[in-house]
């Protein structure tokens, strides 16, 4: 009787079959780069496929293969592939010329954008990551608390130095760091009250991203938006996955106004994007006319792709009507995609446009319910979907982007409705 884990190895033997100049791309990549890789998280066994062009919610591989792309640039690629309204504005930036050696016209726009959208962004700066802003904003914290302790939480990714999978990373930034558990609020309670008075910063993603689209408990976010004043230190809300969930981010649906908040991802409607802003008092450290003000450098915080785009997709693509529209897309296929998969230990979790899919029936609700699930049937599933022309993470993750529309979610739905009746046996009963 074939087992799960034969269903693996034959479904992988079939990619690599399928995917010979996927294969030679990723072997001349590995002369050049550690594993053919630049950036750890497109890696997945036996090799990552090379794709070469895409276009609305579409892309197309080295082998000619398209697929209907769900996993959207990880969240960054919130207008699709080929946004018109994008490319004219980016075409017409080149023409104006790039490196400008200065201040661009646009940059005051797109910052007075940004706060106009966050209730609790008074000032900003841009920077060219998320990983960045999360650096300046944990920076921001302890300067302007003169401690040092920044509170994560266990399977938070704020950036490639910020990582708390598996309780943190040797790789990440060396600040001291407590790690609390995600969603727990009477253990996290007790982390704000034994920190005595070296608590800097508590840092939370409003929904783990990364980390399985785990969403933030309102009442867990909550008490640390009461608490973390009470215990002398900053909450920084890291939106830059989550502030494409609700026109005001997911500050906005529930009402928080955390001292600092970090934007990255889609906000630069494709560039290379970060920005961390908030009170007004603490942005004030980086006013160069503050004599005790501290320095952010950047050549590239003001480039004009980044600046163009950005203004141009915040203004006028992702109206609060647009983003409203999507994530009710998404909230309505999270629930078809749940009814499919009832009878199965397997579960689809998010907010909105953000998804992901654990091979678990535990709730989810921090790092260590995520660790149940199978990761041979989720690695069953990614080549599954594959082969059914859907692109997602091979860890799992959607992201749904503005051109995805009732056709690509109900092949979805149907992808995922095959996957279970031929592969139902493999995954637990409920
Ligand atoms: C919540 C969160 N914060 C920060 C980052 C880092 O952003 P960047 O990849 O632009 O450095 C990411 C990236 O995935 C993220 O999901």
New binding site residues.
């Given amino acids: 009787m074939s087992t799960l884990h034969d269903a693996v190895a034959d479904a992988r033997r079939r990619y690599v079959a399928a995917n010979p100049r996927s294969l030679q791309r990723w072997e001349d990549a590995c002369r050049a780069m550690p594993g053919g890789n630049t950036r750890t998280v497109l890696f997945h066994d036996p090799f990552p496929l090379g794709i070469a062009a895409g276009e609305g919610c579409r892309i197309t591989d080295a082998d000619g293969h398209t697929y209907i792309d769900l996993l959207g640039e ?3 690629g919130l207008l699709g592939h080929s946004d018109p309204v994008i490319l004219e504005v980016l075409h017409d930036a080149l023409d104006g010329g790039i490196n400008l050696s200065g201040h661009t016209m646009v940059e005051a726009q797109f910052a007075t954008a940004v706060c106009d959208r966050f209730g609790s962004m008074d000032l900003v700066r841009f920077t060219n ?6 650096l300046l904003a944990i920076a921001t914290a302890t300067i302007a608390t003169g401690r040092r302790t920044v509170l994560v939480f266990d399977g ?5 130095l ?1 990582v708390f999978s598996g309780g943190g990373k040797p790789v990440n930034a060396p600040h001291p760091y407590v790690v609390g558990t995600y969603n727990d609020l009477e253990g996290t309670a007790r982390l704000l009250a034994d920190q005595g008075d070296d608590l800097a910063a508590v840092l939370v ?1 409003p929904m783990l ?2 980390g399985g689209c785990v969403p933030g408990d309102p009442a867990f976010l909550e008490l640390l938006a009461d608490q973390a004043p009470g215990h002398g230190a900053l909450l920084i809300f ?1 939106e ?3 502030s494409r969930l609700h026109p005001g981010g997911r500050q906005g649906a529930l009402g928080i106004t955390p001292d600092l908040t ?1 934007l ?2 889609y906000m630069g409607g494709g560039m ?3 920005a961390f802003g908030g009170r007004r008092d603490l942005m004030a450290l980086f006013d160069p006319r503050n004599p005790r003000g501290q320095p952010h450098a950047g050549t590239f915080n003001n480039n004009i792709l980044t600046m163009r785009a950005g203004l141009t997709a915040l203004t006028e693509r992702l109206t609060p009507h647009a983003l409203v529209e999507l994530n009710d897309r998404g909230d309505a296929l999270r629930e078809r995609l749940n009814s499919v998969c009832a009878d199965v230990a397997m579960q689809f979790t998010g907010i909105g446009s953000l998804l992901s899919v654990h091979f678990t029936d535990r709730p989810i609700r921090c790092a260590a319910d995520v660790a149940t699930g199978d990761d041979a049937a989720r690695e069953l599933f990614f080549f599954d979907m594959l082969e059914r022309g859907i692109h997602l993470a091979s860890r799992g993750f959607i992201a749904l982007s503005l051109p995805v529309g009732d056709a690509e979610t109900h092949a979805f739905v149907a992808a995922v409705q095959d996957f279970v009746a031929q592969r139902g046996a493999f995954l637990r009963q409920r």
Avoid: I, P, Q, W
């Fill in positions: 990880y969240t960054a990551s998320g990983t960045e802003a999360n938070a990714y704020h950036g490639g910020l993603e991203g990364a890291d830059v996955m989550t970090t990255g991802k290379s994007f970060g």
